[in-house]
């Protein structure tokens, strides 16, 4: 019997492993958030054998969590609607930055969507915060078909995940921002050239062909910059 449970506790740590390792994996490869997220459920639900396996991240402006996404077929579980942080399950989770596990989801006063649970056959639930650096930015959730006591390696897996989402999640929100600053600081760099061009072709003030940059923008519904690109075109053609 002992053997057993050591083969067993080996089986659970490589699954565990393998599975980390194909998340690790994803992000290294730096494919799109959607898609890291999109494998990262699909691993996770094959792994905990989950029927339904989803991830929700926080609108924190409207206090929600919504489906970014999940591996299931279910339209209808895809629509559904955004869950108040304060009035459900994986808020809750998200709140007090713990798992949170229920054993029917059917039956619980606090589940938002039983009649969805009850159509999609789904009993037990473990729903585990995704945190970058103590501040929470989403769950996931994993759903069982039947009643099942999610053991704390099951849950010490799924935390390990969430940690792994949540670093996909913040190192892509740090590259847009930075891929943003440098596209503004191209655009100003552009707009400068085009501002000293229309100053010395029209004795203009800097303010006056700042302005005049602008107001090209607006008028054509194009950026400041696609304006001053075909400033600096024309100045080119010129010369």
Do not use: W
């Amino acid at each position: 019997m002992a053997r057993l449970q050591n083969r067993s506790k080996k089986y659970d740590l490589a699954r565990h492993l393998e599975t980390l390792h194909k998340v690790s994996q994803s992000i290294v490869q730096g494919v799109y958030l959607r898609e890291i997220l999109q494998l990262i459920v699909t691993i996770t639900a094959e792994t905990m054998h989950s029927k339904i396996c989803s991830l929700m991240l926080l609108d924190e402006a409207k206090g929600e969590l919504v489906i970014e996404a999940t591996q299931t077929l279910s339209e209808e579980y895809r629509k559904k609607p955004p869950l108040k942080v304060g009035q459900s399950v994986s808020g809750r989770a998200l709140k007090e930055q713990q798992p949170i596990t229920v054993l029917d989801v059917t039956k619980d006063p606090l589940y938002t969507y039983p009649d969805i649970a009850r159509k999609e056959g789904v009993r037990s639930l473990l729903s585990v915060p995704m945190l970058v650096k103590h501040r929470p930015i989403g769950v996931i959730n994993c759903y069982t078909t039947e009643e099942h006591r999610f053991t704390d390696e099951e849950v010490r897996l799924l935390q390990a995940v969430s940690n792994q989402a949540a670093i996909a999640i913040e190192n892509t929100n740090l590259l847009e921002k930075a891929t943003a600053a440098q596209a503004e600081l191209e655009a100003r760099k552009v707009v400068e050239r085009a501002k000293g061009i229309l100053m010395r072709q029209h004795h203009l003030t800097e303010e006056a062909a700042f302005k005049l940059i602008q107001r090209q923008a607006m008028n054509h519904r194009k950026t400041m910059r696609e304006v001053a690109e075909a400033v600096l075109l024309a100045a080119e053609l010129k010369a």
